[in-house]
C-alpha cells in the first residue's frame, strides 16, 4: 500500500489521515525526503531558502499552567520569578535594530499579575518609540489565558491588543492538538485544542497572520501527530491565515515529564521523517520551519532537503528551550554559511515571508555572536517600577507591589 501512496503523493494528491500514516511508518527516508523535496521546489522553484532577523524575548517566566514538559517557568512567589521592565525590553529591540532585526517574538508564562492593561501599555509604547518595528506576539494559550483573566471573549482580547500594536500571533502552545495528550501533559487547562483553534480562527478573521506549530516526543502516538496536522490543514483550507508551520521534538533535560517517565530526545531521522511528513500533509501551507535550535545546525541545514524552505530566526536570545537543555545558537554568518552550502541562496524575510534582501551582517559589520543571551542576568529579579502601576492578583504579587508610603531619605 505504501507504494500505491508514494505514487499519489507524486501526482500532487492530498492525503487523508491513513495513507499519512502509511506512509510515516513504512516509506523509506530519502523517498520521504525526496517527496517531501519536490513539494518544497514546487511551492519555491527559485532556490531560495529564507530567515528572520528577529528577538524571542519571554517577557516572564512565572506561570500558573505548569505544564510538565517545560523547564523554563517558576510558581507565582518564587525568588527566580521575573517581569521585564518596559525599559529593559526597549534596550532588546535597540540590540535587535542594530544587528537588522525587524520584530519581537514575545512569549511568556502566564503569570496573573500582568492585567491586559499591562500588555496594552507596552506594546503602546513599543510601537510609540519604534512604529515600524513589529511585534509578533502571544501565543493561543496566552490570549485564552488573557480573556479568562480578564473575563472578556477571545475575539475582544485580540481587537485590544491590535489596537495597541500586536502586529501577529505565534504559533506556541499547540503541543499536540489533541486532548487526550494536552491532559497528560497537564497543558489542557491552559488551552484546549479547540481553543487554541479558535484562536487562530478569530485572529484570522481579524486579519492577522499567524503561524503553526507542533512538539512531539512526549506521550502521542503516531496517529496523533497526523491528527495535529490534520486539523492545522482543515483551519488552513478555512481561513488561509497560517504563513507557517515549524515543528520540533520534546526537549527533556530538566522537565517533569523527562525525569518522571525517562523519555529520551527523538532523533535527527524522526526529526527529518516528521518533517517531511508535514511537508506532505500540510499542502496548504507554503512554508516550513527548519528548528535547527532543537535539532543542531546540521540537522537544521538537513532540514532544507526534507521540506524545510526557511532557516527561521537568528538567534539573539532564547530562554525556553534552552532551559530544557538545547543550547544550539547560530548568528546571521551561521546561518547563511548553511543555507549556502546545502545549495540555496540566503535572504532575509520578514513574518509574512516578503523578501527584506540580501544577507545584512557584511554591510552592518555585526560582530559574531555566539552565545545567546538571556532574559535577565542570573539571580536579578528586581521588579521593573512601572509593575506598582497594575493591579496584582496573587498574594506574592502583591506584596511585591508594596510601595514604601514614607521613603526613608
Ligand atoms: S510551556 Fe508555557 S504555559 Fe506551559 S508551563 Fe511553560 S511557560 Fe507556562
Redesign the pocket.
Known sequence: MVDAVIDKVRAGGRVNAAEALELYRHAPTPVLGQLADAIRERKHPERVATYIIDRNVNYT?V?V???N??A??REVGSPDGYVLGFDELFAKIDETIAVGGVQLLLQ???NPDLPLSWYEDLFRAVKERYPDFKLHALSP?EVVHLSRLSQLPVTAIIERLVAAGMDSIPGG?AEILVDRVRKLLH?YG?ATSDEWLDVMRHAHRAGLRTTATMMYGTVESDEERIEHMMRLRDLQDETGGFTAFITWSFQPDHTELGQQHRITEATGVEYLRTLALSRIVLDNFDNLQASWVTQGGKVGQLSLAYGANDMGSVMIEEN?VRAAGASYCMDELEIVRNIEDAGFVAKRRNMHYEILGDPIYKALGVPRMLELATAREEGDTHVPSELVNYPARSRAGKQLRVVPRNPVN
Open positions: 517566566n506561570c499552567a505548569k505544564c514538559f517545560c523554563f517557568y511568556g508564562g502566564h494559550p502552545g497543558c491552559k525556553v
